[in-house]
């Protein structure tokens, strides 16, 4: 479940390589270029084209989706001078969440949640670059794009994205990566709110299971929220005057998303806590349960078949008066029965009174 | 169970929308101005009436009960400088209790725990802006309001709230939200010292389930309580100078109660997990105790059954001399049951020796 | 078991109501006024004896017994400028332990653990005001003083007591108070030492039961000791000067105390929690050595009896050949017998190598 | 198993009383006097004879065994200005270990590990003095003598526990001291690796008892280590000038010792809670396994019985048509027990396919 | 399972002992000494050869591989002024990784993890000198060397590595030490995600053995890889001027890695817990589930047997018209028969509507 990348223990610093899955995707890079009065948005084929973008005063974002091209990177790296470990990072997927300040530019590493095709809880890694005037983000997969919604807002210019620097768009995208938390979040929610009734009606096996998944997708949403929070906190405490004070009175509420977030996970943890320990009293009351059904249909058969099975014995009664007299009396049977009718009945108030029945 | 409202992914932050419950239900929003003197209250129909307050130097009191209409909201933000974000939170009920200190006012959520119609535990969200001479608390529910006993206070024009400033009156707010803990904690406790009982004597599935439920709601309070702790005592260091010096004296006091409730909450929390230990071991002896029974039950007679069974199979007597010669003894019967008897006897000494009966 | 007093939601902080059970009983006032040379000690019955007592430079210890009169805690808090928290929370007890300074005195609450009449673990609430030149003493119960001790030490006129100042004394009537846990906690290790060997003999309910509520005295003393230590810890790091050095050396010791009852506490946790995981699993291990000796003796006469079962069958074996004709062997008995003989002692066999006989 | 001593609730502080167990033993003291060059050690019998030693220069090591002599600790504490409440610890044996400045000398508790006569863990305490020229170690019981290894060190001359002062000494002393619990986790490592295969192979009611006894010593240990760890700590931040640098590079390396022996105890509770765990599943398997044995015969029996009990039935076949006609079947026994072979034979796969044989 | 090695309680500080296992092996040295521009590499017998290095410029790593000639460790020290107490601890192998100051030079100690050759997790020890212009390594194994990447890297002349000074060196050499985490990482997971399925399906005893066996193999790893986070951390922190900013930047990288190890560790931990939770509640799952297959049969067929038992007896019709006369009557047989079909009919619904069929 858990992705890591490494190298070979030993492996010289900031090697990059691409990682196998996405070798054969060729990325897309868009540039967008704006400030407070204009905009152009463009799909980048070659990276003589950023030079521009360089020397101008507006904010650069560019972003990248797929992480098959390598020298791509490494001109990219050189261009704006993003540091090796930094992109060694961005290419061994599966990071933490961190934050990194290098001298000239802040680095990010974010993972986004999703469910994938099959519903599994998955991590996409975002990474992403603040540097004097330019932002690069780059993503993990290249046909899912989750800054579509920033993008418009850019477009339609309203609000504080377009006065905004670069530290303002960081705090954007951050944003949207920090809420995808909440539909996940919803969902689980919803699906243990129903188990806890699945569990005390019928606490079958699947039901278990599927409780154990819910555990393992909190563990795996705590692994990446914890993080994200930290990286929103040192953003929050920078003190090298990349993130500006208007800025941080926004990054101050992300935080408090991913406050939110963790108090939400954790929750969810000791409550699913309390539907394993749920599970297991119930099934313990129920194993329980059989076993007093057992127990008192033994307890009351069991002596009764025994004196069926002594006057069944085949001692003949006319070998000696002490052979089975009883079967000769003419009431033996009808006192038998009897006999058997009072013990049963006997029994039954034993158990009554003991609470079993 | 854990109601928390967001927007999607990407939304532009500070985007205010009415939660879809509130839509219907029009604010009723009143104003108290006092000071040590004078005192007016009355209810305000439109916002055009507030710009007196804004200017005087009494205390501006303005409560509103409810969150069905938008545009008061944005208007009351204009009017006395609130942040967009706060706005976002007053609206996005459900947040986690926080202090948030703006440039120019302070911005509260505190959560009050109440029991809704059917007895469940529920929160409901009180928003609190305090600024230079006005204090402005958003409830989120219409019908019901906490802050009346406050009123009282205020229209009796005893103690010190009515020479208190802002600050104090905010003070008494919070103070009137956290205890409200105590009623609900003084319940669950009654609740748990019945539970103990019960449980030891017949721990059925549903005292089980009430325990969860207890357990649940416990995890509840701590989640609001917690949070809350840490926003009185953020007023309580505040260095703005928002805070007087004769205020923080009775935050600290609230703070206290704050520390109270929590170790209440989780000393209830170790008592109930103390009772499920308590609860698995009542049923696993149970269970031993019904296995006993069935195991002495049926040690004592299958072993007699099989004897009885023995003397009732049809070998020919007259087939052979060694085909069950004790059939015709003249005293086979009563040796037979000798034996039985004293096999039943020798089995009862022995589980009496082990303890067992 | 947890008692704790509140006013309703919204009441005004620092209102003053005797709590119920102490309304009857008239409170008791001594006072002892002391320095190297000189003691006197008297009854007091109205306050106004005691302004001699402000004026001189005496230590003046005030002592009062017993809740029950309003008026005098109000003219006493007159008189000696306490402050109206502080005597709210002597009337409202149930406070947890605490230390907080006001301008012109130091306010401690502390409790005091003992065995009520019934056995059972209770506490009672001992406030201490410390001011210049006296320190008030206010106890919950009438009829019980813990103080004797020091009161005997000051008679005698021995020790740093007497040459001491008010501070000192707050420090013998601290430690006389956190001394009292070790008794408690002697009985209570005694008890679980007890404990172990029973458990691991004969783990019956009752012992289960007597376990919890050893866990649950724990449970109570460690919330008393807990913040019973961060109020030595308080006092130790004063730095208003109320405090001498001199005392702050038994100060430590005090603290010493605390942290050693502490440890004391923990470590009696760690071994209760230990003897209930013996109890679960020696209790599992006895419903499995029943289980042994059930299937053990099942297994061996469930097939014996099925075999006399085949043979009690009353199939004619005249009406054919093939009709039971071991009927009328005349070894059938013998062989039939003899074969029961072997699937036992085959089985005997089976169960010793499996380790269950 | 926790010794603890403790005066009376509301003594005086620093009240030197003698332990019981230690009135009868009169203690040895034991004079060594040394500086690179000199050394003389002798027995002292009175303490007039250590006159000499609080005035030359050299570094003064008293050695007293054991705590009977009221009258010659006071004497002692009295040469030296060690302080009452101080005393009162060296007397109070079972303090947990610590450090306590005092204005002209430092007290240090420590507790060593060692197994007693029955092979249970138990601890002596030792308390050691350091002053200007002096060091003082009081051990609680007499006849064994664990800084021999030290005395034999100085005595050879060699190293820097001649050249060095007194801190050095203590040094020494405590890390004799600490490097007591190296064996005794040693011996319990490796019981607990034992303990493992002991445990899944064969897991009686002894060898639970075995494993509770081993956390028990554990605990016990950690207990001791880690306040002793903060004993070596705090003479490690020691900022008085009582310690010197040259020592401080050894006490580090005590410390690591510390750190290192927490660490092992810490692992060694994580290793025996798993093996609690593997107790307890293994027992449960264990029932589980018992149970599926009774189940299989009793399933595979229980219905055969009966069919061989219905034609054991004595209904006349001559009173009816209807009556067992089976009987007189030329081959109805043999298609009865046909059928019986053909239900068992079924039983037998169904119960291999749910895998329970 | 832990290693440690201590000497006898009391012995003198860095005395130096070779292991027991080591003496036979005589220890490899190679030295490199190298700078941008040039690059020498030769075995080394003598410690005279030496000298040259101490006096130049360049870099000089020194490697030992092997502990077992305490002269040539002395010598080395002597040398160059290795600390005797960091020698003790290059001996005494089994320490916990860490950092050491000294005057002169730093020390540290790494723990390589790798599998031995019969599988099981193993640790070696690295100690690492970094003085002014040397680095020197001893490795506790001579067969096996970790570090020939480095040496590899080193040769190329590549990268940092060659411009870079010694404490580039070390940070290449923990780097590498630190990484061989990864793959043992990647074994385990991969190996509990197999586990699960492997539980879910048949949770056999063997398959809680391994899960045992992995949750021993992840406590040693935490063991291991926590304290190496804190040596990492230590360099990172360093203000001795030893670590240049440069090479704090890689160290970054080193300790993002270490705290990616653990972050694995510790999840790693937690889904093996939820294993041994699903383990349990399976096997709880099991033993309810056979219990309902023997309980309904029982259920079922005793009281069946029973009736069978009844008309077995024998008692002799003629002697009574009550005695049995069911046996005479023509549809005795049938309708007794019809009976035990309803009866058992009966029980099938019951057990149908109580869900355990």
């Keep these: 479940m858990l992705k890591f990348k490494y190298h070979q223990p030993g492996t010289a610093p900031a090697t990059l390589v691409v990682p196998e899955g996405a070798r054969s995707v060729t990325p897309v890079i868009t540039l967008i270029e704006y400030d407070a009065e204009t905009l152009t948005e463009r799909k980048i084929s070659g990276l003589e084209e950023l030079t521009d973008c360089v020397q101008n005063q507006k904010v650069s974002w560019i972003n990248v989706d797929g992480l098959g091209d390598l020298d791509l990177l490494k001109a990219l790296g050189k261009k704006f001078g993003l540091h090796p470990l930094a992109l060694e990072d961005v290419l061994n997927t599966g990071q933490r969440p961190k934050f990194e300040p290098y001298d000239n530019h802040f680095f990010i590493v974010a993972q986004m949640i999703y469910r994938d095709a099959t519903g599994r809880l998955a991590n996409e890694q975002v990474s992403i670059f603040l540097g004097k005037n330019f932002v690069i983000s780059i993503q993990e997969e290249a046909e899912k794009d989750v800054f579509d919604p920033v993008r418009i807002r850019i477009r339609n210019g309203k609000g504080l994205i377009r ?59 705590r692994r990446m929220a914890w993080p994200e929070r930290e990286v929103v906190n040192s953003l929050l405490h920078d003190e090298n ?17 991913t ?68 079967l000769l009396h003419p009431y033996g049977y009808v006192i038998c029965v009897g006999a058997m009718l009072l013990i049963a009945v006997g029994e039954l108030i034993f158990f009554r009174r003991k609470g079993w029945i």
């Design 163 to 221: 006065t905004g620097k670069g530290d303002y768009l960081v705090y954007a995208l951050l944003d949207a990566v920090i809420d995808h938390f909440y539909p996940v979040l919803e969902e689980i929610g919803e699906a243990i709110d129903q188990m806890e009734s699945r569990i005390f009606e019928n606490p079958t096996k699947t039901a278990f299971r599927d409780l154990h998944d819910y555990k393992r997708s909190l563990l795996q949403l």
């Design 241 to 257: 005057g990349m993130i500006t004070k208007q800025t941080k009175v926004f990054l101050r509420d992300a935080y408090d998303h």
């Design 259 to 326: 406050v939110q977030i963790m108090d939400l996970i954790e929750t969810y943890r000791d409550i699913t806590s309390g539907l394993v320990e749920m599970y297991l009293s119930t099934v313990s009351m129920r194993t329980n349960e059989i076993m007093r059904v057992l127990t008192v249909i033994s307890a009351i058969f069991i002596p009764l078949t025994f004196i069926a099975g002594v006057y069944g014995m085949n001692f003949h009664t006319e070998a000696g008066r002490w052979n089975m007299p009883e």
